[in-house]
């Protein structure tokens, strides 16, 4: 069954970097691209960008596009998702799906990784 | 960007009665590749990440039961839910894949009356 599992909660000072990582399973992982979401304690959902699972392109929410890296690696099918420069309204949870090509869904999600900064 | 909007932002509901949820575009979300209305809907439970209702405004997911229903087109979309169930009570979003940034509701929350 279609599977993606998620890396651990992170607790990161502002300033700093985090690195989720999204170990898919259960398909074949270069024929549905990987998007990911955010959403703030008790707000709602922010999409964040998609990639590629295929070339790598990647498509990035403004917002966010100067501090995101959307990456994949094809041997461990696994996606990454890189913020940078942390601030306290990033805290949030961070969610990978699965985006099925051809209806552009999000059609399974990873359980979601919580993300604190905090000083 | 394209915003959406939802009303309401709640609703209590009886068992077994309907519950509907509107979401309403800023533009239209007509996707240029196959002419379609690119808005899905997801059903968000606590503690655990969105489920895929609806896609392409009124397609039905495998395995979604059929009291889920959705409607319209252009810049006005509906979630309709028949016969509501105590395991429906949860928070839905509609959201469009017709731009980028794709986007989001803000969220319906369903509670039982």
């Known amino acids: 069954q279609v599977q993606l599992v998620q890396s651990g909660p992170e607790v990161k000072k502002p300033g700093a970097s985090v690195k989720v990582s999204c170990k898919a399973s259960g398909y074949t992982f270069t024929s549905h691209g990987i998007t990911w979401v955010r959403q703030a304690p008790g707000q709602g959902l922010e999409w964040m960008g998609w990639i590629s699972t295929y070339n790598g392109n990647t498509n990035y929410a403004q917002k966010l596009h100067d501090r995101v890296t959307l990456t994949t690696v094809t041997s461990t099918t696994t996606a990454y998702m890189e913020l940078r420069s942390l601030r306290s309204d990033d805290t949030a949870v961070y969610y990978c799906a699965r985006l099925s090509y051809g209806r552009n869904v999000f059609d399974y999600w990873g359980q979601g990784t919580l993300v604190t900064v905090s000083s | 960007d394209i915003v959406m909007t939802q009303f309401p932002d709640s609703l209590a509901v009886s068992l077994g009665e309907r519950a509907t949820i509107t979401c309403k575009s800023s533009q239209s979300v007509l996707y240029n590749s196959n002419n379609k209305n690119c808005l899905g809907w997801y059903q968000q439970k606590p503690g655990q990440p969105p489920k895929l209702l609806i896609y392409?405004?009124?397609a039905r997911e495998s395995g979604v039961p059929d009291r889920f229903s959705g409607s319209g087109s252009g810049t006005d979309f509906t979630l309709t839910i028949n016969s509501l169930q105590a395991e429906d009570v949860a928070v839905y979003y509609c959201?469009?894949?017709?731009?980028?940034?794709?986007?989001f509701g803000q969220g319906t929350k369903v509670e039982i009356k």
């Open positions: 959201h469009q894949c017709s731009n980028s940034p794709w986007t």
């Open positions: 392409w405004a009124s």
